[in-house]
Protein backbone atom coordinates (compact mmCIF):
# COMPACT_ATOMS: atom_id res chain seq x y z
CA UNK A 1 0.00 0.00 0.00
CA UNK A 2 1.17 3.58 -0.36
CA UNK A 3 2.18 5.32 2.71
CA UNK A 4 3.74 9.01 2.79
CA UNK A 5 6.02 9.89 5.36
CA UNK A 6 7.03 13.45 6.44
CA UNK A 7 9.90 13.09 8.83
CA UNK A 8 9.95 16.35 10.84
CA UNK A 9 6.56 16.80 12.84
CA UNK A 10 7.60 20.89 13.94
CA UNK A 11 10.04 22.85 11.91
CA UNK A 12 11.45 26.44 13.78
CA UNK A 13 13.02 29.35 11.65
CA UNK A 14 14.71 32.47 11.73
CA UNK A 15 13.22 34.84 9.02
CA UNK A 16 15.50 34.49 5.84
CA UNK A 17 16.46 31.17 6.79
CA UNK A 18 16.66 28.46 3.82
CA UNK A 19 13.88 25.83 4.49
CA UNK A 20 13.75 22.12 3.41
CA UNK A 21 10.79 19.74 4.63
CA UNK A 22 11.44 15.82 3.63
CA UNK A 23 8.95 14.21 1.96
CA UNK A 24 9.04 10.42 1.19
CA UNK A 25 6.64 7.90 -0.53
CA UNK A 26 6.70 4.14 -1.04
CA UNK A 27 5.19 3.56 -4.40
CA UNK A 28 6.94 1.65 -7.33
CA UNK A 29 5.10 2.98 -9.94
CA UNK A 30 4.09 6.38 -11.69
CA UNK A 31 3.40 9.00 -8.81
CA UNK A 32 1.70 12.18 -9.16
CA UNK A 33 3.33 14.23 -6.22
CA UNK A 34 1.38 17.02 -4.15
CA UNK A 35 2.58 20.25 -1.44
CA UNK A 36 -0.59 21.60 -0.02
CA UNK A 37 0.18 24.36 2.91
CA UNK A 38 -2.88 25.19 5.50
CA UNK A 39 -2.27 28.87 7.02
CA UNK A 40 -3.61 29.12 10.51
CA UNK A 41 -7.54 29.03 10.60
CA UNK A 42 -7.89 28.51 6.63
CA UNK A 43 -8.27 25.59 4.53
CA UNK A 44 -6.00 23.50 2.69
CA UNK A 45 -4.56 25.01 -0.35
CA UNK A 46 -2.90 23.47 -3.36
CA UNK A 47 1.35 24.99 -3.37
CA UNK A 48 2.45 22.46 -6.10
CA UNK A 49 2.13 19.58 -8.28
CA UNK A 50 4.36 17.48 -10.08
CA UNK A 51 3.08 15.19 -12.90
CA UNK A 52 6.08 13.87 -15.27
CA UNK A 53 8.70 16.49 -16.73
CA UNK A 54 11.20 18.79 -15.15
CA UNK A 55 11.77 17.44 -11.87
CA UNK A 56 11.95 20.43 -10.66
CA UNK A 57 8.96 22.22 -9.61
CA UNK A 58 8.00 26.02 -8.93
CA UNK A 59 5.18 26.63 -6.72
CA UNK A 60 3.33 29.71 -5.55
CA UNK A 61 5.05 32.22 -3.25
CA UNK A 62 8.71 31.20 -4.06
CA UNK A 63 8.37 27.15 -3.33
CA UNK A 64 9.43 24.62 -4.89
CA UNK A 65 10.55 20.84 -4.57
CA UNK A 66 12.24 18.34 -6.20
CA UNK A 67 11.48 15.21 -7.40
CA UNK A 68 14.23 12.68 -6.61
CA UNK A 69 12.20 9.32 -8.17
CA UNK A 70 15.34 7.08 -7.18
CA UNK A 71 15.14 8.31 -3.36
CA UNK A 72 11.15 8.28 -3.58
CA UNK A 73 11.18 11.51 -2.02
CA UNK A 74 9.46 14.97 -3.07
CA UNK A 75 11.07 17.95 -0.61
CA UNK A 76 9.82 21.01 0.09
CA UNK A 77 12.37 24.18 -0.84
CA UNK A 78 12.43 27.80 -0.15
CA UNK A 79 15.60 30.03 -0.17
CA UNK A 80 14.64 32.28 2.56
CA UNK A 81 11.11 31.76 4.46
CA UNK A 82 9.37 34.74 5.85
CA UNK A 83 6.94 35.22 9.26
CA UNK A 84 3.95 34.92 7.11
CA UNK A 85 5.16 31.10 5.54
CA UNK A 86 4.10 29.69 9.25
CA UNK A 87 1.58 27.10 8.58
CA UNK A 88 1.08 23.30 8.33
CA UNK A 89 2.67 21.79 5.11
CA UNK A 90 1.35 18.55 4.13
CA UNK A 91 3.32 16.22 1.23
CA UNK A 92 0.76 14.17 -0.70
CA UNK A 93 0.93 10.92 -3.38
CA UNK A 94 -1.62 9.22 -5.63
CA UNK A 95 -0.84 6.34 -8.34
CA UNK A 96 -1.25 7.82 -11.45
CA UNK A 97 -3.86 9.95 -12.26
CA UNK A 98 -6.86 7.62 -10.70
CA UNK A 99 -5.81 7.15 -7.22
CA UNK A 100 -6.77 8.26 -4.37
CA UNK A 101 -4.63 11.27 -2.71
CA UNK A 102 -2.72 9.66 0.48
CA UNK A 103 -1.18 12.39 2.43
CA UNK A 104 1.73 12.46 4.98
CA UNK A 105 0.71 13.66 8.85
CA UNK A 106 2.12 17.49 7.56
CA UNK A 107 5.25 19.37 9.09
CA UNK A 108 4.23 22.85 11.06
CA UNK A 109 6.52 25.72 10.53
CA UNK A 110 6.62 28.48 12.35
CA UNK A 111 8.70 31.37 11.42
CA UNK A 112 10.22 33.50 13.97
CA UNK A 113 10.25 37.23 13.02
CA UNK B 1 -13.93 28.68 -12.01
CA UNK B 2 -14.65 25.64 -9.55
CA UNK B 3 -15.87 26.92 -6.34
CA UNK B 4 -16.24 24.59 -3.45
CA UNK B 5 -19.13 25.29 -0.77
CA UNK B 6 -19.06 23.31 3.02
CA UNK B 7 -21.34 24.17 5.93
CA UNK B 8 -21.84 24.34 8.44
CA UNK B 9 -18.67 25.65 9.46
CA UNK B 10 -18.29 25.17 13.09
CA UNK B 11 -21.04 23.01 14.95
CA UNK B 12 -21.27 22.17 18.47
CA UNK B 13 -23.11 18.54 19.07
CA UNK B 14 -23.88 16.76 22.05
CA UNK B 15 -23.27 13.28 22.36
CA UNK B 16 -25.24 10.96 20.63
CA UNK B 17 -26.87 13.56 18.24
CA UNK B 18 -27.11 13.41 14.56
CA UNK B 19 -25.02 14.96 12.12
CA UNK B 20 -25.28 16.61 8.85
CA UNK B 21 -22.48 18.25 6.85
CA UNK B 22 -22.68 19.47 2.98
CA UNK B 23 -20.64 19.70 0.80
CA UNK B 24 -21.62 21.44 -3.11
CA UNK B 25 -19.39 22.09 -6.05
CA UNK B 26 -20.05 24.42 -8.80
CA UNK B 27 -18.18 25.14 -11.94
CA UNK B 28 -17.66 21.57 -13.05
CA UNK B 29 -19.76 17.91 -13.79
CA UNK B 30 -19.08 14.81 -12.03
CA UNK B 31 -16.43 15.17 -10.15
CA UNK B 32 -14.79 12.65 -8.22
CA UNK B 33 -15.84 13.87 -4.45
CA UNK B 34 -14.29 13.21 -0.80
CA UNK B 35 -14.71 13.68 2.93
CA UNK B 36 -11.38 13.77 5.04
CA UNK B 37 -10.90 14.47 8.49
CA UNK B 38 -7.91 16.56 10.14
CA UNK B 39 -7.24 15.80 13.70
CA UNK B 40 -4.34 17.47 15.16
CA UNK B 41 -1.33 15.33 15.11
CA UNK B 42 -2.77 12.79 12.63
CA UNK B 43 -2.92 14.54 9.45
CA UNK B 44 -5.66 14.03 6.50
CA UNK B 45 -7.73 10.73 7.17
CA UNK B 46 -9.36 9.89 3.90
CA UNK B 47 -13.08 8.82 5.13
CA UNK B 48 -14.84 8.28 1.72
CA UNK B 49 -14.89 9.03 -1.42
CA UNK B 50 -17.33 9.24 -4.30
CA UNK B 51 -16.57 9.16 -8.21
CA UNK B 52 -20.38 9.42 -9.55
CA UNK B 53 -24.46 9.25 -7.81
CA UNK B 54 -24.86 6.80 -5.48
CA UNK B 55 -21.32 5.49 -5.73
CA UNK B 56 -19.80 5.85 -2.27
CA UNK B 57 -16.60 4.28 -0.74
CA UNK B 58 -15.47 3.86 2.70
CA UNK B 59 -12.11 4.25 3.67
CA UNK B 60 -12.54 3.73 7.68
CA UNK B 61 -15.34 1.81 8.94
CA UNK B 62 -16.85 4.44 12.08
CA UNK B 63 -20.10 5.17 12.74
CA UNK B 64 -20.28 8.18 10.06
CA UNK B 65 -22.15 7.41 6.28
CA UNK B 66 -21.92 9.55 2.90
CA UNK B 67 -23.96 9.98 0.55
CA UNK B 68 -24.38 11.68 -3.21
CA UNK B 69 -27.74 12.31 -4.18
CA UNK B 70 -26.56 14.86 -6.36
CA UNK B 71 -23.43 15.44 -9.02
CA UNK B 72 -22.17 18.04 -6.96
CA UNK B 73 -23.76 17.15 -4.15
CA UNK B 74 -22.08 15.26 -0.88
CA UNK B 75 -23.28 14.79 2.35
CA UNK B 76 -21.69 13.56 5.59
CA UNK B 77 -24.01 12.16 8.48
CA UNK B 78 -23.99 10.22 11.51
CA UNK B 79 -27.15 9.12 13.60
CA UNK B 80 -25.24 8.95 16.85
CA UNK B 81 -22.15 11.29 17.49
CA UNK B 82 -19.70 9.91 19.52
CA UNK B 83 -17.08 12.04 21.38
CA UNK B 84 -14.07 10.97 19.05
CA UNK B 85 -15.63 12.42 15.97
CA UNK B 86 -14.71 15.52 16.92
CA UNK B 87 -12.66 17.35 14.65
CA UNK B 88 -11.76 19.13 11.20
CA UNK B 89 -14.07 17.92 8.13
CA UNK B 90 -12.97 18.71 4.90
CA UNK B 91 -15.13 18.15 1.54
CA UNK B 92 -12.68 18.31 -1.74
CA UNK B 93 -13.20 17.65 -5.38
CA UNK B 94 -11.43 16.47 -8.20
CA UNK B 95 -11.34 15.62 -11.73
CA UNK B 96 -9.35 12.99 -13.93
CA UNK B 97 -8.27 15.64 -16.20
CA UNK B 98 -6.49 17.30 -14.12
CA UNK B 99 -4.72 15.04 -12.53
CA UNK B 100 -7.04 14.43 -9.75
CA UNK B 101 -5.41 17.52 -8.20
CA UNK B 102 -7.72 17.52 -5.29
CA UNK B 103 -8.82 20.87 -4.08
CA UNK B 104 -10.54 21.75 -0.75
CA UNK B 105 -13.52 23.36 0.82
CA UNK B 106 -13.05 25.50 3.92
CA UNK B 107 -13.63 22.61 6.42
CA UNK B 108 -16.34 22.37 9.45
CA UNK B 109 -15.52 22.05 12.62
CA UNK B 110 -17.44 19.60 15.07
CA UNK B 111 -16.62 19.60 18.52
CA UNK B 112 -18.74 16.62 20.39
CA UNK B 113 -19.41 17.72 23.95
Known amino acids: AQSVSQHNHHVILSEAASLELGCNYS??????LFWYVQYPGQHLQLLLK??????LVKGIKGFEAEFIKSKFSFNLRKPSVQWSDTAEYFCAVNAGSQGNLIFGKGTKLSVKP | SQTIHQWPATLVQPVGSPLSLECTVEGTSNPNLYWYRQAAGRGLQLLFYSVGIGQISSEVPQNLSASRPQDRQFILSSKKLLLSDSGFYLC????????????FGEGSWLTVV
Open chain 2, 92 to 103: AWSVWSSGNTIY
Open chain 1, 50 to 55: YFSGDP
Open chain 1, 27 to 32: YGGTVN
